[in-house]
């Protein structure tokens, strides 16, 4: 019988709080640019969102990396922090997506 490799509790931890770290500066981003395109300074808001997005792609290579070593076989122990920061992820996540078109709303506005 073949042994499965456990990962470390500790580093799922670790894991799991850098995906939470990277989505909420995500959301941090998001809700600057939104701000800023409130006020009509889309150039900043632009600037913003690319930070925003960048944050979110880091958290989701996180959680991508993670599913795939188990998906190679390496077990996971059940962790409650993991599926909150796998849970603020797919939230920030919308929430881009759905600032992306309040953005658009505003730029509209402002023509």
Not at 75 to 96: G, N, R, W
Not at 102 to 109: A, S, T
């Amino acid at each position: 019988m073949e042994e499965i490799k456990k990962i470390e509790k500790e580093k799922l931890y670790l894991l799991s709080m850098n995906v939470i770290l990277h989505a909420g500066n995500a959301k941090e981003f998001i809700f600057q640019a939104i701000h800023k395109a409130q006020e009509g300074d889309f150039e900043s808001c632009n600037l913003l969102m690319q930070e925003a997005n960048s944050e979110i792609v880091l958290a989701h290579k996180l959680q991508t990396e993670t599913l795939q070593k188990e998906a190679e076989g390496l077990d996971f122990p059940y962790s409650p922090l993991f599926v909150h920061a796998q849970d603020t992820l797919m939230t920030t996540k919308s929430e881009i997506d759905l600032m992306k078109e309040i953005i658009q709303i505003y730029k509209e506005l402002r023509k």
